[in-house]
Antibody, heavy 122, light 110 residues
Framework: QVQLVQSGAEVKKPGASVNVSCKTTGFPFTPYNFAWLRQAPGQGLEWLGWISGYVGYTSYAQKFQGRITVTIDPSTTTAYMELRGLRSDDTAVYYC???????????????WGQGTPVTVSS | QSALTQPASVSGSLGQSITISCAGTSSDVGSYALVSWYQQYPDEAPKVLIFDDIKRPSGVSHRFSGSKAGNTASLTIFGLQAEDEAEYYCCSYAGTDTWVFGGGTKVTVL
């Protein structure tokens, strides 16, 4: 079945970088886009960016431009997210999600990873 | 990219119907038929309930219905059940390959 399995919890100091991986199984990798989202404690969902599984095209939320890089490795069907210059308000659960897309547009985040807690603290 | 506006909480009795609103702008909700709705239980990942404003993925209960008028999308839950108590989020395409979420609505079943 469709599975997105993320790497484990991270604790980082302010100014550091974090890398989160998202291993996918149960479906062909390249036809899909993969999004990254986060949820701060007690807060709502926030979209960070996405990457095309086929050509590696990326798009990022303006708020994270310059601090985030999303990559893929089609050979291992894994997506990665790096967030740099961490601050305390980056403390959140980070999710990867598969985007269900047609040839015209993408429609929804139809499968999600389990989430990776990232704590930023000195 | 401002967040979409949802009520913080909505409540209803068992068997009642409730509606959650999601207010956007002419740059997101009003411009694209690409609003989706997600249900999230505590400490779980979200699950998609509605996509393309009104469509339901297979396996999602017919008690969940999406609609839209102008810049405001809505999710209606018919015949409220105890298991509907959760957090609900709307999401809209916002142009130039970006997405924006609402702040979330906590649904309480009385």
């Amino acid at each position: 079945q469709v599975q997105l399995v993320q790497s484990g919890a991270e604790v980082k100091k302010p100014g550091a970088s974090v890398n989160v991986s998202c291993k996918t199984t149960g479906f062909p990798f390249t036809p899909y886009n993969f999004a990254w989202l986060r949820q701060a404690p007690g807060q709502g969902l926030e979209w960070l960016g996405w990457i095309s599984g086929y050509v590696g095209y990326t798009s990022y939320a303006q708020k994270f431009q310059g601090r985030i890089t999303v990559t893929i490795d089609p050979s291992t069907t894994t997506a990665y997210m790096e967030l740099r210059g961490l601050r305390s308000d980056d403390t959140a659960v980070y999710y990867c999600a598969r985007e269900a897309c047609s040839t015209v547009s993408c429609h929804a985040f139809d499968s999600w990873g389990q989430g990776t807690p990232v704590t930023v603290s000195s | 990219q401002s967040a979409l506006t949802q009520p913080a909480s909505v409540s209803g009795s068992l068997g009642q119907s409730i509606t959650i609103s999601c207010a956007g702008t002419s740059s997101d909700v009003g411009s694209y038929a690409l609003v989706s709705w997600y249900q999230q239980y505590p400490d779980e990942a979200p699950k998609v309930l509605i996509f393309d404003d009104i469509k339901r993925p297979s396996g999602v209960s017919h008690r969940f219905s999406g609609s839209k008028a102008g810049n405001t999308a809505s999710l209606t839950i018919f015949g409220l059940q105890a298991e509907d108590e959760a957090e609900y989020y709307c999401c809209s395409y916002a142009g130039t390959d970006t997405w924006v979420f609402g702040g979330g609505t906590k649904v309480t079943v009385l």
